[in-house]
């Protein structure tokens, strides 16, 4: 993963649309890793100018989005994870983002924690936590999510890694 982020910083260049970012990364990650390593990424750029935000989803979960006309699933298209095929390419969208919304990326390892059960904790118990709370801080919203997702969990060492980024527009 840090040669991944620090890739990312290299090709992530003033005038690069995410798409061709998440290009660049598939070819270099496929031909430096062996065929079973790939990872899932969604890459985006936020305007402030106008909020919106420029995106290419590979193979992540989409952000979910919480603004003033209720929650969504934004950036819906996921093409495959990168180093996965050689020369893939990948699609681009632009979302629009009003005044104070909840942008919310997420690993599976949010929604696929697993209680005692083996039921999923699954991305409506995190839609309905970030909407509950989406008027509290950052911070706080991010506390609530990982304290219900450990609770959820029963406290037991995690199944995997347990990633929540929370951005909001101003």
Known sequence: MAGLQASVRSLALPG??????NRRLNDMLHQSTSASRYATLFFG???PQDRSLH???AGHFPPIHIGAHGTSRTCRRADLPIGLMP???YGEGRRELGLGDLLALYTDGVVETPN???EEF???RLVEILTRHQDASLADMLARVIEAVDGWSGGG???DDV?????RTR
């Open 157 to 159: 060492p995690p199944h």
């Open 45 to 47: 750029l936020y305007d």
């Open 55 to 57: 995106y290419s989803n």
């Open 163 to 167: 990633t929540l980024v929370l951005a």
């Open 122 to 124: 699954g991305s409506a």
């Open 87 to 89: 020369s893939s390419l």
């Open 116 to 118: 005692a059960g083996g």
């Open 16 to 21: 690069v649309a995410p798409c061709e970012v």
